[in-house]
């Protein structure tokens, strides 16, 4: 397999969503060339182009860097294209659907090199079933790159089952020279890590409004406004560490028996379904939406993590 520095190709598969930022985020090093492949190629420069019109708005990066970086990505609709054949890493984001991705791996294993590094960006599919029909599966891991790919920086790195010693270790060394956060996922397991934690939470906040002890709105607030508040300085390790250990004990003793555990998805969001309540698209879930005030929280989010992690 090759090592870091001989890693010089490549191929984001899927120019979607994530696919899109995914290749601007690799243009941050220089000595790479990315190139988009998609079979539905349609406009992916101009879409990428719309999504990093806010890093330039607030000078994070000057409209001629962008464009710099753009005209680094080469894009083709063609799985016979030499773009295919040379990739020496390749980063799946195509429809999350087991079927398409297997296929879309068994494709790619028939035309790239032998010892092309293959990542999937699933965001909840297991990188060992995504790859249980792969001749080569010592080269494969999952690649769980955040949405927006281009501001957030974690990107956990997944193996599987059969992932060989060494290779996780350079697609982070890769990740890490384009800029990201990349953290080591050593079990794959659903929700790998971060979306454990984020779920954990959110079953708990889900539960507190269902069984009436705060409505929405107070949870959120509550959460803004204490430990949310110190998330990104001071962790949940770190912080049980600062209250000690003990405490930890104590507090967990007291306080697990009482929270929730359920298995299953809240009683509280199955109603929603039912009554319709799809958050943004359907203008109401646990909050009530407009197309302007949806369209704002997201705007607010991004402006909100340029902030934090550009100082703009
Ligand atoms: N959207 C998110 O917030 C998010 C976050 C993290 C990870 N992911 C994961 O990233 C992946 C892509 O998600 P997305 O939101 O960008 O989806 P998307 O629907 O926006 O894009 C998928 C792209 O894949 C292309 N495609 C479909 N079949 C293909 C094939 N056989 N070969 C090449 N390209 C193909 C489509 O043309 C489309 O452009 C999924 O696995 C998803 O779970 C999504």
């Not at 990542?119 to 080269?139: D, F, Q």
């Not at 982070?172 to 020279?177: G, N, R, T």
């Not at 959460?223 to 003990?246: C, H, W, Y």
Request: with cysteine; hydrophobic share 40%.
């Amino acid at each position: 397999m090759k090592k870091f520095d001989e890693i010089k190709n490549i191929l984001i598969v899927g120019g979607g969503m994530m696919g899109k930022n995914i290749a601007f985020v690799m243009t941050e090093n220089p000595r790479l060339n990315v190139a988009v492949y998609d079979p539905f190629l349609k406009e992916i420069k101009d879409g990428m182009r719309a999504n990093l019109r806010e890093l330039a708005e607030h000078g994070v990066i000057s409209e001629a860097e962008i464009e710099a970086r753009l005209a680094r990505v080469e894009f083709t609709a063609d799985i016979d294209s030499a773009l295919v054949k040379d990739a020496d890493l390749v980063i799946e984001a195509v429809f999350e659907d087991m079927e398409i991705k297997r296929k879309t791996f068994a494709q790619l294993e028939e035309r790239c090199r032998e010892d092309a590094y293959f990542c999937t960006n699933s965001s909840v599919m297991s990188p060992s079933a995504i790859s249980a029909e792969l001749k080569h599966r010592g080269r494969f891991v999952g690649t769980h790159f955040w949405n927006p790919a281009h501001l957030i920086p974690l990107v956990e790195v997944i193996k599987s089952d059969a992932t060989a010693d060494g290779v996780a270790e350079t697609v982070m060394e890769l990740l890490a020279s384009a800029g990201k956060k990349p953290c080591l996922c050593k079990k794959d397991v659903p929700g790998f890590i971060a979306n454990r934690l984020q779920h954990a939470l959110w079953r708990e906040a889900i539960y507190i409004v269902e069984q009436g002890i705060a409505d929405a709105e107070t949870v959120d607030t509550a959460i803004k406004n204490s430990f949310g508040l110190r998330l990104p300085q001071l962790s949940a390790l770190e912080n049980s560490d600062m209250v000690g250990t003990q405490l930890t004990w104590n507090i967990h003793s007291y306080v697990l028996p009482a929270l929730c555990d359920s298995h299953e998805p809240s009683p509280l969001l199955k109603k929603m379904l039912d009554e319709g309540k799809l958050g943004f698209k359907s203008g109401s879930g646990f909050y009530d939406w407009t197309p302007e005030s949806a369209a704002k929280c997201s705007s607010d989010l991004n402006k909100y993590l340029i902030k934090m992690l550009y100082g703009k």
